[in-house]
């Protein structure tokens, strides 16, 4: 499947997330949320792709990129509103 701006804009607005100054907002608060990775070059990359994708529809992505034993206690207190974890892209991404 694959990402259909226009389609996610069209779900957004019919769900009353309007976009305001390019955030898209209900009831006069921002559509927001932290994404929590680990902080190096691989999860770095892919939080920054994915922090682009979610802003071309409205949604606010706070980065928060940390090192593995940080990032493993806000894991472990489930402290966190979404979290990318565990990928291993390798030496070749094909």
């Known amino acids: 499947q694959t990402y259909d701006v226009a ?3 069209k779900l957004l607005d019919e769900s009353g997330w309007k976009m305001v100054d390019g955030v ?7 559509l927001t949320f932290r994404l929590y990775s680990q902080n190096t070059s691989d999860f770095t990359n892919i ?4 922090q682009q994708a979610w802003k071309k529809v409205g949604v606010d ?6 090192d593995v034993t ?4 806000v894991i ?3 402290q966190y ?3 990318l974890y565990g990928i291993a892209i390798g ?4």
């Open 7 to 9: 389609a996610a804009n």
């Open 24 to 30: 898209r907002k209900k009831d006069n608060k921002p």
């Open 47 to 50: 939080s920054q792709k994915l």
């Open 61 to 66: 992505v706070d980065v928060q990129l940390q």
């Open 70 to 73: 940080e990032l493993q206690q």
């Open 76 to 78: 472990d207190k489930h």
């Open 81 to 83: 509103d979404a979290v």
């Open 91 to 94: 030496p070749d991404p094909d």
